[in-house]
Nanobody, 121 residues
């Protein structure tokens, strides 16, 4: 069974930094696009950043210049380096990946369980 497990969330003061990690486990043939999303109570989950297998990145306007997404294909892991954190960045952060479990299977979308990030003084 394929799973993605996030880590690295926590409480940080405004202007601080955190690094989120999301590691894959299980039987996987290939991981394609990976990304980070976030959600606050009463709101829809929103895109934070995505990265293709070859390393092309895309960011939401509100995090450009502050956040950096990266990945390690050998480890099946995606990272989100968050700098200059603001109170409005407070949310549950979820990783997302498009996964092919065998050479013959179609791509399926997997989500992590989420990690809380709280930015407060």
């Amino acid at each position: 069974q394929v799973q993605f497990v996030e880590s690295g969330g926590g409480l940080v003061q405004p202007g601080g930094s955190l690094r989120l990690s999301c590691a894959a486990s299980g039987s996987i043939f290939r991981i394609y696009d990976m990304g980070w999303y976030r959600q606050t109570p009463g709101k829809q989950r929103e895109l934070v950043a995505t990265i293709t297998r070859s390393g092309t990145t895309n960011y939401a306007d509100g995090v450009k210049g502050r956040f950096a997404i990266s990945r390690d294909n050998a480890k099946g892991t995606v990272y989100l380096q968050m700098n200059g954190l603001k109170p409005e960045d407070t949310a549950v952060y979820y990783c997302n990946a498009q996964v092919q479990t065998t050479i013959l299977s179609r791509e399926l979308t997997y989500w992590g369980q989420g990690t809380q990030v709280t930015v407060s003084s």
